[in-house]
Nanobody
């Protein structure tokens, strides 16, 4: 199991930016695909983005494509989510997640990921 700790959430105005970070412990980080999901109040957890073990392949939800960027630094055991042009509907708790596999492709569902962080709140004011 990989231990994951998210940081970087907060309150931002619509149109602003935030960068989330997720620090992982464990020797399997550099060989695991990583991802971000989010859950808004009253809604189910939904996929946001995923990145393969090397950082060479990424997938995004249509709702964030062109605004969010996922990246990773294997030397620092950290995955990032750069969020630009934030909208009110991006408000949610954001969860970092790690897969057992080196890459995760469609279907991009929570069941493809094994370890989860506690989440960090992102609130976008309109």
């Amino acid at each position: 199991q990989v231990q994951l700790v998210e940081s970087g959430g907060g309150l931002v105005q619509a149109g602003g930016s935030l960068r989330l970070s997720c620090r992982a412990s464990g020797r399997t980080f550099s060989s695991s695909a990583m991802g971000w999901f989010r859950q808004a109040p009253g809604k189910e957890r939904e996929f946001v983005a995923t990145i393969n073990w090397s950082g060479g392949s990424t997938y995004y939800a249509d709702s964030v494509k062109g605004r969010f960027t996922i990246s990773r630094d294997n030397a620092k055991n950290t995955v990032y989510l750069q969020m630009n042009s934030l909208k009110h509907e991006d408000t949610a708790v954001y969860y970092c997640t790690a897969a057992v596999a080196a890459a995760v492709g469609p279907p991009l569902v929570a069941e493809n990921f094994a370890s989860w962080g506690q989440g960090t709140q992102v609130t976008v004011s309109s």
